[in-house]
């Protein structure tokens, strides 16, 4: 990787032409541009196979376990997901591996022209020119197509049905708990938003979903029986049958689809991650088995242990413990607090919080009151954060601790000075995963682990 160095200023490059374009949160929705430069690229979508996922909490934790669990079974596959942390490489895996600093630059360079062709198109037709994830899209579908890979595991940008990611034709489609987030994109009711997730099912698919409130699951059955598609419920068709917490982690027994596995260790906290793990293993048998062949215990053990999800439940520092969590929207943060007390013991956790403006700030502030000691009120680089004063004054309505931080690095100082003064005190950063993304540079960068 370190040959790879000489590549890095071309590769920020591709990132800072990308922001030039209209950003992610101005999603279009819209697929013919994204499908446009895909037939230009000669169809780099259909280069291999799709495990297309969606849903709205678990979505990237869910996919990196069902990439894992592919690269166990002696597969290459490519993986998608969105946003990064620290990187945009991060978004682009290659075989388990972030894509390199030069695979990045090379196929930019490659599919550029055909943007900017589109791009005038576009502009002829009095429309805005490709955005910031449509060009992603592109780009890393050319890079799948490129490495070459064996499968491709697509997480979808917000919503399905006009989601970039959608010019893809998935064989498995996977939803993840579906919840009230981006109203103002995809609805204001939760069967509107699960109608609009719907549309990544493809005729004669395989359907795999957590389970899901009766109005979700109402909508994403309809969707499924008119695609003739089969569908997989967890609890019905595959489940989690327990979980007991494990230095690390939680070791599982899961009942998939077409196997059980049990004693399974995963290296991730939360019962939400064993369910995430549940539905990535029904998720891989209907990939590779239509959901009828059971996969190996060596493939189970070793897919899973080394699951990684970066930002969830993820330690960043020790002496003091710090945290981070990219919990964004009420329903995470329900699944993070009930996390905190069942797979931790700290008697004192200061919450350093950092909310986008376009999320449910109060929502989220609410579950969370339930383990915070104290909040310390902040924010991230995004240009989208909520003011400090305006954020303080809405945790001053649910919690009677809170103190607000102009910068970011003041409150992860005094956070880790008053966790060093208690034996048993913990940091927890969340709120928005810009917030945390910059909480793990920040550790990196000082040492917090070493």
């Known amino acids: 990787m370190s040959d790879d160095l000489e590549f890095e200023d071309a590769a920020d490059e591709v990132y800072r032409e990308l922001l030039e374009r209209v950003g992610e949160a101005q999603i279009r929705p819209r697929l013919e541009p994204t499908r446009r430069v895909a037939e230009l690229l000669g169809d780099p979508q259909r280069s291999a196979p799709v495990v297309h996922i969606t849903g709205t909490n678990g979505k990237t934790s869910t996919s990196r376990m069902i990439e894992s669990l592919l690269r166990a079974s002696g597969l290459k596959p490519g993986l998608l ?107 204001d009711t939760v069967a509107e938003i699960a109608r609009t997730k719907a549309g990544i099912i493809k005729p004669a698919a395989s359907v795999v979903t957590a389970m899901q409130s009766m109005d979700a699951m109402d909508e994403l059955r309809d969707a499924a029986r008119l695609d003739e598609a089969s569908l997989a419920i967890e609890r019905l068709d595959f489940a989690v049958e327990s979980t007991t917490v494990a230095v690390g982690g939680q070791v599982l027994d899961i009942r998939g689809r077409a196997g059980r596995y049990e004693g399974v260790y995963l290296p991730l906290y939360g019962d939400h991650q064993a369910q995430n793990a549940a539905v990535a293993i029904a998720a891989v048998e209907s990939f590779l088995g239509d959901g009828s062949r059971a996969l190996s215990m060596d493939v189970v053990s070793e897919g899973l242990g080394t699951a990684t999800s970066p930002g969830r439940l993820q330690l960043v520092g020790v002496a003091p413990t710090v945290i981070v969590d990219a919990a964004h929207n009420p329903h995470g943060a329900a699944a993070l607090a009930a996390a905190m007390t069942e797979y931790f013991d700290f008697d004192e956790i200061t919450i350093v919080l950092g909310v986008l403006a376009d999320k449910d700030a109060h929502g989220i502030v609410t579950e969370l009151a339930a383990v915070a000691t104290q909040f310390f009120v902040t924010r991230s680089s995004s240009e989208r954060a909520i003011e400090v004063d305006e954020l303080t004054e809405l945790v001053s309505a649910v919690s009677p601790v809170v103190q607000g931080f102009g910068y970011f690095s003041d409150a992860l100082a005094v956070a880790r000075a008053w966790a060093l003064e208690g034996p048993k005190r913990a940091v927890l950063v969340t709120g928005s995963i810009t917030l945390v993304g910059d909480a793990i540079r920040i550790a990196a960068e000082e040492g917090w682990k070493a």
């Open 81 to 187: 997901t969105s946003p990064h942390l620290v990187r945009m490489n991060e978004r682009i895996l290659i075989d388990g591996e972030p894509i390199t600093n030069e695979a990045l630059a090379r196929n930019w360079d490659d599919i550029q022209p055909y943007l900017l062709i589109v791009d005038t198109e576009l502009e002829a037709a009095g429309e805005e020119p490709l955005t910031f994830f449509e060009a992603l899209t592109v780009l890393a579908f050319a890079c799948f197509a490129d490495a070459p890979v064996d499968v491709i595991v697509l997480e979808v940008g917000m919503g399905g049905e006009w989601d970039s990611t959608n010019i893809a034709d998935g064989q498995v489609a996977v939803f993840t708990p579906i919840a009230l987030d981006h109203q103002n994109r995809l609805g």
